[in-house]
């Protein structure tokens, strides 16, 4: 188990193997995803959407280093100041639980891709 992937997207949970699943919101999940950093996991991927669109997902998946290290400042800073950019773009407009089935999937397929770009065939399948 090289990664761990931090989740609440339900196609993730049973796609996938060692995932961490989040019953909860997406902002849940950000404090999840810190609570693991400030604990010495790495970010992989960043835990924020590349899109401000995506933001408003209900659901999405972070990918760290499943192995502990002494903490990483760097990347206690990208979580802080993600969970920050969130709660105050959220403060404008909630989540868009209307189209929570096609988040899911984009979802999905943007942790695939992740998987191919760090070269590791994560999925349980």
Avoid at 49 to 74: I, Q, T, W
Avoid at 85 to 96: I, S
Avoid at 100 to 118: G, K, N, P, Q
């Amino acid at each position: 188990m090289e990664y761990l992937i931090v989740t609440n997207n339900p196609l993730v949970k049973e796609g996938f193997d060692d995932i961490y699943f989040v019953e909860g919101t997406s902002r849940e999940l950000l404090e999840k995803v810190r609570d693991l950093v400030h604990a010495g996991h790495e970010l992989v991927t960043h835990p924020l959407g590349a899109s401000l669109r995506m933001m408003f997902s209900p659901c999405f998946s972070v990918v760290l280093r499943s192995e502990k290290k002494d903490l990483n400042y760097f990347h206690t800073e990208i979580i802080e100041s993600s969970l920050e950019k969130y709660k105050l773009n959220m403060e404008v407009r909630g989540e868009d639980t209307k189209n929570s089935r096609d988040y899911a999937m984009i979802d999905y397929s943007l942790l695939r891709s992740a998987f191919v770009e760090i070269g590791n065939n994560q999925m349980s399948f």
